[in-house]
C-alpha cells in the first residue's frame, strides 16, 4: 500500500513539473514569439534545471506536441468497427470538432505560435512517439475498409494527407483571423464536403 502511495506522489509531482513547464512554454509562446521559446528560457521562466526538462521531453517541439497530442479523445464507441458509411464520417468530423475545442481551450495566440513552420513537431513525416489525431482517423479508417463498410476513392495515405491540409487550413484561418471565424462550423463543413466525396459504402 505503501510503495502505490510513493508512486502516486511521483506521479503526481512529474505530472505538476510537466504542467509548470508547459505554462512556462506557454507563456513565452504568448508574449514573445516561436523565436525566444528556447529550452534555457522555458526552465529559467519555469524555475526547473535543464536535467529536469530533458527527463519529460526531448525537445521543446516535443513538448509542445505533447500537449497538443494529449488532447480530448473521441468517443470510444468509434474505435469500434462502425455499422455504415454515415457513422464513420460523423466520428472523423468529431475527432476533430475535439480538436478544435482544444485548441480554443490553449488560445489562439499559443495555436499561432505552435503553427510556425520552423516547428518540426508539425511534420508527420517524422512524427512517430506519439499519434496525432489523423493517426487515429486513418486506423480507423483501414478497419472499416477491412470489414468491407466503407470504401475509398483513392489510397488511404491520400486520404490522410488531405484531411491533415484541411485542418491545417482551418486552423490557420481561425489564426489569421485571431479568433474571430466560425471554427466548428469551418471545421464540419469542409472535412463534411471532402468526405462525402471520398467516402463511399462498401461491400461487406
Known amino acids: 500500500m505503501e510503495e502505490k502511495t510513493e508512486l502516486s506522489r511521483q506521479q503526481l509531482k512529474s505530472r505538476e513539473t510537466k504542467e509548470r513547464i508547459f505554462r512556462a512554454a506557454k507563456h513565452i509562446l504568448q508574449k514573445k514569439g516561436y523565436e525566444e521559446l528556447s529550452i534555457k528560457?522555458?526552465?529559467?521562466?519555469?524555475g526547473v534545471s535543464n536535467g529536469s526538462f530533458y527527463h519529460h521531453f526531448?525537445?521543446?517541439d516535443d513538448l509542445l506536441s505533447y500537449y497538443i497530442e494529449d488532447q480530448p479523445r473521441v468517443n470510444p464507441d468509434y474505435l469500434t468497427v462502425p455499422k455504415s458509411a454515415r457513422e464513420v464520417k460523423r466520428a472523423i468530423i468529431e475527432v476533430y470538432l475535439n480538436y478544435v475545442q482544444y485548441c480554443r481551450e490553449l488560445g489562439v495566440e499559443f495555436?499561432?505560435?505552435?503553427?510556425?513552420?520552423?516547428n518540426q513537431a508539425l511534420n508527420a513525416a517524422i512524427r512517430t512517439e506519439r499519434p496525432y489525431p489523423i493517426v487515429t482517423v486513418q486506423n480507423y479508417v483501414e478497419k472499416a475498409v477491412r470489414a468491407g463498410i466503407i470504401?475509398?476513392?483513392?489510397?488511404?495515405?491520400?486520404?490522410?494527407t488531405?484531411?491533415?491540409?484541411?485542418?491545417?487550413?482551418?486552423?490557420?484561418e481561425w489564426c489569421l483571423r485571431n479568433g474571430d471565424a466560425d471554427f466548428e462550423g469551418n471545421m464540419s463543413r469542409s472535412l463534411e464536403r471532402y468526405l462525402d466525396s471520398t467516402v463511399c459504402e462498401g461491400k461487406e
Open 41 to 46: 528560457n522555458i526552465c529559467e521562466e519555469a
Open 111 to 118: 495555436i499561432s505560435g505552435y503553427y510556425d513552420t520552423k
Open 162 to 172: 488531405d484531411i491533415r491540409m484541411i485542418v491545417i487550413g482551418n486552423v490557420f
Open 58 to 60: 526531448k525537445t521543446k
Open 151 to 160: 470504401a475509398l476513392r483513392g489510397e488511404i495515405e491520400e486520404f490522410t
